[in-house]
């Protein structure tokens, strides 16, 4: 689970949001929806460790996330956190099979074989991912969220270069983890998307709609 309390973000004088509740348990899955800057990035970005919040907590599980010192931010990305993001974060010059291994958990072999089927890209471990195309690259990075298996996912615009089959496999895949007790957050501009979620929060507005 976890829980968003009174969050403000400011850049300078700008204040996107202030005063911000929110709580997403485990097991369910939150779009987070919101015109085209509205903070849907930033909020993510703050629950990621990515960016500091302006005032108020994170809490995941008992944890409050903006008083983690840089070991246990460390410790929270490596072990509990599967971020999706906008640009993919690939390591371009490396093959599919090399970006799925970096994500590997100490002691885990998952199976690239069963998980590259999954996404639509069975026999392709061994190309570049500079080789592929965006959608192809936005189906490795989900690839490798299943071999990290996070309880804690974060995805932004996941469906983003997709089409509809394969935005709907990326939304069967985030749904199948928060089935296992994930706890999953995207943002989406996305209708159908949205529509697959338990709940939508419109980050603009700062309540469920
Ligand atoms: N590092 C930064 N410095 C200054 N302003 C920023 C920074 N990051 C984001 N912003 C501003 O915060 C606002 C919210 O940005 P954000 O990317 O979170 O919006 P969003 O809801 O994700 O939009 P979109 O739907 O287009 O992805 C924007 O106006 C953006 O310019
Ligand atoms: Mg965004």
């Known amino acids: 689970m976890i829980t968003v309390k009174n969050l403000t973000k400011s850049f300078g004088p700008r204040t996107l949001w202030r005063g911000l509740d929110l709580t997403v348990p485990a097991g369910r899955m939150l779009a987070l929806v919101g015109a085209s800057g509205s903070g849907k990035t930033t909020l993510l970005n703050c629950m ?30 490596r072990d509990r956190l599967g971020y999706l993001f906008q640009d ?31 996404v ?53 895949v985030l749904r199948q983890m928060s089935r296992q007790g994930c706890t999953v957050v995207i943002a989406t501009h996305d209708d159908d998307v949205r529509d697959a979620c338990d709940a939508a929060f419109d980050v603009h507005r700062q309540r469920e709609v």
């Not at 993919?88 to 885990?108: F, K, M, P, Q, S």
């Not at 974060?154 to 469906?159: F, N």
Request: aromatic letters at 2%; charged letters at 30%; glycine letters at 12%.
């Open 48 to 77: 990621g460790l990515l960016e500091r919040p302006s005032g108020g907590q994170i809490l995941y599980e008992d944890t409050d996330l903006t008083r983690l010192g840089p070991g246990g931010r460390r410790r929270f990305r």
């Open 120 to 172: 639509g890209l069975a026999g392709r471990e061994r190309e570049k991912v500079h080789h592929l195309s965006g959608g192809e690259q936005q189906r490795v990075a989900l690839a490798r969220l299943m071999v990290k298996q996070p309880s804690l996912v974060l995805a932004d615009e996941p469906t983003g270069a997709l089409d509809s089959d394969n935005g709907a496999m990326v939304v069967d």
């Open 88 to 118: 993919y974060a690939l390591i371009e010059n490396a093959t599919v099979h090399a970006n799925l291994d970096v994500a590997r958990r100490r002691g885990t072999r998952p199976d690239h074989t069963r998980i590259l089927e999954r």
